[in-house]
């Protein structure tokens, strides 16, 4: 069993819930999250995601490039998507609007006229994404960093899903924990062997061939490792009839718990959206007051 790199055991009471209650919990949570598209629910949510977040007792180190994956695809995603081009905007925003900033252009010696028009919605439902979209990547962050890698086959497979589904899950979240790893023994040999990583200079074919030492090894060994489980489970007769898992997990009454807390808000959120047609678009009134005076 190959050990993900960002797993390590901090005895936290978050670690006690099965990981079935816990994925359960956070599908549950996140189906909610995409009903809302107002902040006074969405701080709910958030607030419920990062208590998760804290309890956890995950360190900045422990998750530092995951959260700078996520802070830089969120920003993105706002920035380009809901101030610039709008269009990942609802209805609700896109028609109409109070106007915050305007800016005309001309393109020179072609004529074409550039308009850019910001309005107080659009800049109101890019902090709501933020703090969506916080809320949904805060609750799944957590998950790999506190579960025992062991799990997620019997994890997958307790939750309903085929084995052979089940066990290409598992595979798959140790992808890239194993590559990373493969990746640090191959640069370390190459080093020993007098390889210079600081010296990859030159243009983009240049460097693809200087660093060629390290990707050819490392993808060669990937290949070969997939073909020798693949040989292993064919000779196993996996997925030829009922499978066990040799560690067996067992629901305890805060796992029920956990589950029944995280469906009543699904139901809820139900009733609140489709039943009293709240959640939708909402924006107070004082941040528009604070553009008042913008013509």
Known sequence: MLVPLTFRPHHTIIERFDPRARWIFSFLMMTAIVYYWDIRFLLFFFFISFTQYFLAHLTWKETRRGWTFIIILISMMVLINTIITSAGTIGAVTQGGHDVFIWNATVPWVGWNIHFGLTAERLWFGFTQIVRLLAITSMFLVLPFTMDPRLYGSTFSGMGLPARLAYSFDLAFRF???????????????????????????????????????????????????????????LRCFDTGKRTWIIKLTYRWYDYALMIFSGCVL???????????????????WFLGLFHNIK
């Open 176 to 234: 890239i924990p194993t590559l990373a790893r493969d990746f640090n023994v191959t640069m370390d040999a190459q080093k020993a062997r007098g390889y210079e990583m600081d010296k990859v200079k030159g243009g983009l074919f240049s460097q693809v061939k200087k660093v060629a030492p390290l990707i050819i090894p490392v993808t060669m060994n990937a290949i070969l490792s997939g073909e020798d489980i693949a040989d292993a489970m064919d």
């Open 267 to 285: 139901i809820s959120t139900l009733i609140i959206n489709h039943g009293l047609n709240l959640g939708n678009f909402w924006m107070p009134d």
